[in-house]
Every structure is written in structure tokens, then in C-alpha cells.
Antibody
Framework: EVQLVESGGGLVQPGRSLRLSCTASGVTFGDFPMSWVRQAPGKGLEWVGFISSYAHGGTTEYAASVKGRVSISRDDSKSIAYLQVSSLKAEDTAVYYC????????????WGQGTLVTVSS | EIVLTQSPATLSLSPGERATLSCRASQSVSGYLAWYQQKPGQAPRLLIYDASNRATGIPPRFSGSGSGTDFTLTISSLEPEDFAVYYCQQRSNWPSFGQGTKVEIK
């Protein structure tokens, strides 16, 4: 069974950067794409971006709303995916979930518990 | 960007009743649509993928239908644990989610 655990959230000042981690277990991590989805307090789900497996080039794609400020990477040797967000704004305040797409279907079978990022001075 | 519009925003029903949730896409997504359930304080859970296929472990009272731009999630007889928020998601283009439908106890 795949398990995902996010870490790295917290209170951050506007304009600063933050790196979130997503550690996977119970699976051959390098075989499938990883995505990040966020949810602002009391709001719906927003896709942030994804990284493909290195077998598929390790390509990344990002939502237009965050493009240029976010970067997703992965370290398959450690079974960790990362989300780096720079120039943080108040509207980046959200619970950030990592998700895995074990079948490469474009749907999200497994989710972490989420990590809360609060952007405030 | 494909916009998904869910209706109604809130559905007030009693246990045992049938729930019908709608998701409409701004352009065709073929059959590439999923439904998720989210309870307070929890991550979403995949229920249905490719419009009508139940994910592993999802009970048969959950069913999905539709194609193109109009999709429906039906819960045939609501159980107490089904009261939650439901989201649709398309993967035809860059992924996007609907704004959610809350199914609440009447």
C-alpha cells in the first residue's frame, strides 16, 4: 500500500520561499508521476503541477496560476518529491497535498494527509 | 483551461435517499473525468474514474455516468458516512477540479 507523508509547511512571510517534501513508502517510487494539489481554507481543490517519472523524461508541468513561482522535483533514491514555492503571497495560503498516480491514468489514487502553509507577516 | 462547473452547490438529503450530483465541462473532456469524496480534515478519496469506473474498494451504491461535457455522480441510497463534499476532476487537458458539491444531512 502506498503511503505519502508531506512535511515542510508552516508560517511564512510574504515574499519568502518554501520547500515542501513528500515522502513515499510501500511502492517503487520512481515508476510513476507525482503531483501537488492545494486547497485554500474553506475552498476547493486546485491542481498545482506534476512531475513525470524519469523513464518519461522527468518532465514537469505547472498550473498557469503558479507558473514561474513553483518548481517540482524528485529524488527517487530517497522516494521524495519536492515542491518549491517562491515569492509567496497571501493567496498561497493552503493545505498542500501530494498525490501519486500509480497507474499513470491522470487520476489521483493516493493522497498524503496534507501540510498547511500560511503566508502572513 | 477547461472549467468544470458542479451543481448544486449544496444538496440536503436524508439517509436512504438518492443523491444526484452534476458536473459540466466548458468543453468536451471525452470520458476523462473522475469523482472524489472529501470529508472534513481529510484528504480527498478517489471514487470514480473515466466517468463510470469505480475505484478499488468503492461500494456499488456509487455510480458515475456521462461523456463529453455532462457527467453525473449518483449515490443510490445515502449512508451516514456519505455526507461529505464531492469534487469532479478532468484529465483531458491540464488537470482541473470542479468547485465541489456538499451533500449535507437534511
Amino acid at each position: 500500500e502506498v503511503q505519502l507523508v508531506e512535511s515542510g509547511g508552516g508560517l511564512v512571510q510574504p515574499g519568502r520561499s518554501l520547500r515542501l517534501s513528500c515522502t513515499a513508502s510501500g511502492v517503487t517510487f520512481g515508476d510513476f508521476p507525482m503531483s501537488w494539489v492545494r486547497q485554500a481554507p474553506g475552498k476547493g481543490l486546485e491542481w498545482v503541477g506534476f512531475i513525470s517519472s524519469y523513464a518519461h523524461g522527468g518532465t514537469t508541468e505547472y498550473a498557469a496560476s503558479v507558473k514561474g513561482r513553483v518548481s517540482i522535483s524528485r529524488d527517487d533514491s530517497k522516494s521524495i518529491a519536492y515542491l518549491q514555492v517562491s515569492s509567496l503571497k497571501a493567496e498561497d495560503t493552503a493545505v498542500y497535498y501530494c498525490t501519486s498516480d500509480e497507474e499513470g491514468s491522470g487520476y489521483y489514487m493516493t493522497w498524503g494527509q496534507g501540510t498547511l502553509v500560511t503566508v502572513s507577516s | 483551461e477547461i472549467v468544470l462547473t458542479q451543481s448544486p452547490a449544496t444538496l440536503s438529503l436524508s439517509p436512504g435517499e438518492r443523491a444526484t450530483l452534476s458536473c459540466r465541462a466548458s468543453q468536451s473532456v471525452s470520458g476523462y473525468l473522475a469523482w472524489y469524496q472529501q470529508k472534513p480534515g481529510q484528504a480527498p478519496r478517489l471514487l470514480i474514474y473515466d466517468a463510470s469506473n469505480r475505484a478499488t474498494g468503492i461500494p456499488p451504491r456509487f455510480s458515475g455516468s456521462g461523456s463529453g461535457t455532462d457527467f453525473t455522480l449518483t449515490i443510490s441510497s445515502l449512508e451516514p458516512e456519505d455526507f461529505a463534499v464531492y469534487y469532479c476532476q478532468q484529465r483531458s487537458n491540464w488537470p482541473s477540479f470542479g468547485q465541489g458539491t456538499k451533500v449535507e444531512i437534511k
